[in-house]
C-alpha cells in the first residue's frame, strides 16, 4: 500500500493518524518517532485498542523519543534506548525510505487541524465555487 493508504487505514481501524501527531520540526525528531512507534506496536496484539494504547505511550514516553541527542557526546548507557530509535525497526521501510514526504503531508494535515477549517466536502465546494467564479470570469474575458 502507499504511504497514504497505510496512514488512512491505521486511522480508520486503529484510531491513530500518523499525520496528526508525527513531528514536523526536525527530520531526525520524525525519525525517531516512527521507529519508537513501529517499536511499540511489534508483537502487541491489542487489535483495535493499540492506537489509543500508543497515544498514551507516546505522551508517556516522550523523553525517550523527542531526547535532544548530540553527536558530539558520548552516548551514555541510560540513553541507549533513546540512540537506537535511529535504527530501523522495519527493514526497507516506506515511510522512512519517504520521510520527508510523509512531514509535508504531516505539516499539512497539523495546519489544517489548527485552522479549525470546515471538513473536506465543504472545502472542495468552496474550491469548486472559485473555479466556476474563474471560468465566468474568463469567458467574460473572452467576450470583450
Known amino acids: 500500500p502507499s504511504m497514504r ?6 486511522s480508520q481501524t ?5 499525520f ?13 518517532f516512527i521507529n519508537f512507534c513501529r517499536s511499540f506496536v511489534a508483537g502487541k496484539s491489542d487489535g483495535d485498542r493499540i492506537g489509543d494504547i500508543l497515544k498514551r505511550a507516546i505522551t508517556e514516553n516522550e523523553h525517550v523519543w523527542a531526547k535532544v ?5 558520548s ?16 527493514e526497507e521501510d516506506a515511510l522512512i525510505l519517504n520521510l520527508d514526504d510523509a512531514i509535508d503531508m504531516a505539516r ?3 495546519q489544517h487541524q489548527s485552522s479549525g477549517s470546515e471538513d473536506y466536502e465543504e472545502i472542495v465546494d468552496d ?7 474563474l471560468k ?7 467576450d470583450l
Open 5 to 10: 493508504e497505510a496512514v488512512d487505514y491505521d
Open 14 to 18: 486503529h484510531n491513530f493518524s500518523l
Open 20 to 32: 496528526e501527531v508525527l513531528p514536523v520540526s526536525d527530520f531526525f525528531l520524525a525519525l525517531r
Open 69 to 73: 541527542v548530540d553527536e558530539d557526546a
Open 75 to 90: 552516548v551514555a548507557e541510560d540513553d541507549e534506548d533513546s540512540n537506537n530509535l535511529f535504527k530501523p525497526v522495519i
Open 108 to 110: 499539512k494535515c497539523q
Open 127 to 133: 474550491l469548486r465555487a472559485q473555479i466556476s467564479a
Open 136 to 142: 465566468s470570469q474568463l469567458q467574460d474575458a473572452k
